[in-house]
């Protein structure tokens, strides 16, 4: 959020015609009145989901949502024993099933940033996972 008084950067930008229009409808569905206010608000959150991954340790918590295929072999299992062996950083989960065959896993964890990227790489790695994201959050002194 720009602090009062800080001075701004004005940039250009080439955006597809569908995109813009797409922003610019769900930004003012989200209460947006200004769109360098909307732009602001999906910088600062690309810039959280994939900063965390590449920078030095920090302390944070994240949520894992991962959607996979329960039939495949052994793979509950899988997931479950990844999550004790990282039980120092597991504060909770939560298992939904969506269909027949495909179920949501939501993991939370807080601790090393490192840490909660091992157990994120570990559970994508695992056949029959589907999709996997990571919402990080740094921890700010």
Request: proline letters at 3%; glycine letters at 4%.
């Amino acid at each position: 959020m720009k602090k009062k008084g800080e001075p701004v950067t004005r940039i250009s930008i080439s955006l597809p015609p569908a995109l813009l229009t797409l922003f610019d409808k769900v930004s003012a569905s989200m209460g947006y009145t200004e769109r360098s206010r909307a732009i602001q608000a999906a910088m600062r959150n690309f810039i959280s989901e994939f900063q965390w991954s590449a920078a030095p340790e920090s302390s944070g918590s994240a949520v894992i949502l991962m959607i996979y295929n329960h039939e495949v072999g052994g793979l509950d299992e899988k997931i479950t024993d990844i999550q004790h062996s990282f039980r120092q950083i597991v504060s909770s989960t939560l298992h939904i099933h969506l269909d027949e065959t495909r179920c949501l896993a939501i993991i939370v964890a807080r601790g090393s940033s490192v840490e909660i990227k091992k157990i994120s790489e570990k559970l994508a790695s695992l056949r029959g996972i589907m999709q996997l994201k990571v919402d990080y959050f740094e921890h700010s002194a």
